[in-house]
Each structure stands twice: as C-alpha cells, then as structure tokens.
C-alpha cells in the first residue's frame, strides 16, 4: 500500500508560481510512476504531469506545456510539480497519484492523495 500527502496550494494571482509537492511513503517510491492530475469543479479530472521511474521520461497535458514541471527526489520519496504562468483556469483540486505501471492516462493511478486546492482569481 502506498500513501500519499500532498502540500503547497494555496490562493495566487494570475501570472504567479506555485511548487505541488507529494510525498509517499509505504512503497518503494524510486520503482513508482508519479503523476499529477486535477480536478474543476463541475469537471472531470485531468491529467495534468508525469514521471517514470525508469527512466524520469516527463508527460504533460497539452494545456500545461511549458509552464509545469514535474520532478522527483527519490531520496526524499517527494515528487513536485512546479507551476509558473498560473491562469485561472488552472484552478483546480490537484492530485497526486502513484502507480507502479507506465499506462494510459485515462486509465493511470492505482494511488491517490487527498488533494490540495490552487485557487487562481480571474
């Protein structure tokens, strides 16, 4: 079983960064997949950042590219998501998810956090 805490929302004007930060514990953390979703309301949940284990290959959504990165400290077990350029539609609950298989992000996460709320005011 892995359990994973997630810190760093908060409330921030349009254009500010923000640094997501998970960390895991009861796992081998350096063999998990890492990854970032989030969720609107009134939305679904979204894909948002990934990480490999194998190799730290990086994933984002197409709506992030070039504003987040995601990068892990295995030393730490602590995955970050580091968010520059904040809009208001990033707002959102963001998640941190773990799973131990590179697959489908439709499909992807056999671990999930709690959630940490950014909020960005238009």
């Known amino acids: 079983q892995v359990q994973l805490v997630e810190s760093g929302g908060g409330l921030v004007q349009a254009g500010d960064s923000l640094r997501l930060s998970c960390t895991a514990s009861g796992s081998a953390f350096s063999l998990l997949n890492m990854g970032w979703f989030r969720q609107a309301p009134g939305k679904e949940r979204e894909f948002v950042a990934r990480i490999r284990w194998a190799d730290s290959f990086t994933d984002y959504a197409d709506a992030v590219k070039g504003r987040f990165t995601i990068s892990r400290d295995n030393q730490k077990s602590t995955v970050y998501l580091q968010m520059n350029g904040l809009r208001p539609e990033d707002t959102a609950v963001y998640y941190c998810?773990?799973?131990?298989?590179?697959?489908?992000?439709?499909?992807?996460?056999?671990?999930w956090g709690q959630g940490t709320q950014v909020t960005v005011p238009s």
């Open positions: 998810a773990a799973d131990p298989r590179w697959r489908p992000t439709s499909g992807w996460g056999a671990y």
